[in-house]
């Protein structure tokens, strides 16, 4: 299970819509990473991404089909920031949303043995936000890097 801060920014209607698009897609990733080969439909994961996350998220389910693994357990997020919403391409709204991951929550099996792979460390992650015009906030870039944090 994913385990988010206490103190997410959801003061305002607009800042918890942004979070909860953001929370959806992080369970959407996890439901289909635990079982990469049980969904042929990938519809589910475009209800909560758009841009090159919409590709991103497919292209991970893939990876994890070619390389036979799976996730059990979900990522730990901390120190969550979230910077206003600006118009980006085409006056679309975006907000970006910087945090760390820790990855130590999350445990990965080769799927025919059941090996786990050794895990570790953290990263900081940026979520780039978009406003749908059916004004959900879905994933649209997704970028990390391996550091501590």
Not at 29 to 54: H, I, L, M, N, R
Not at 57 to 64: A, C, N, S
Request: charged share 25%.
């Amino acid at each position: 299970m994913e385990s988010y801060p206490a103190d997410l920014p959801t003061g305002d209607p607009e800042s918890a819509a942004i979070i909860a698009g953001w929370q959806d897609y992080q369970g959407v990733f996890k439901k289909f990473s635990a079982d990469p080969f049980g969904y042929t439909d990938f519809s589910e994961t475009q209800y909560v991404s758009t841009g090159d996350a919409a590709n991103l998220i497919i292209m991970q389910v893939e990876l994890m089909r070619r390389d036979r693994v799976r996730s059990e357990g979900g990522f730990v997020f901390r120190d969550l920031t979230l910077f206003a919403p600006e118009s980006g391409t085409d006056a679309v709204l975006q907000a970006r949303l910087e945090y760390c991951v820790d990855v130590s929550g999350l445990k990965l099996f080769y799927i025919d043995t059941g090996e786990q792979l050794p895990r570790s460390g953290t990263f900081l992650e940026t979520a780039i936000m978009e406003q749908g015009k059916d004004a959900r906030w879905r994933v649209f870039r997704l970028h990390n890097i391996k550091q501590p944090c």
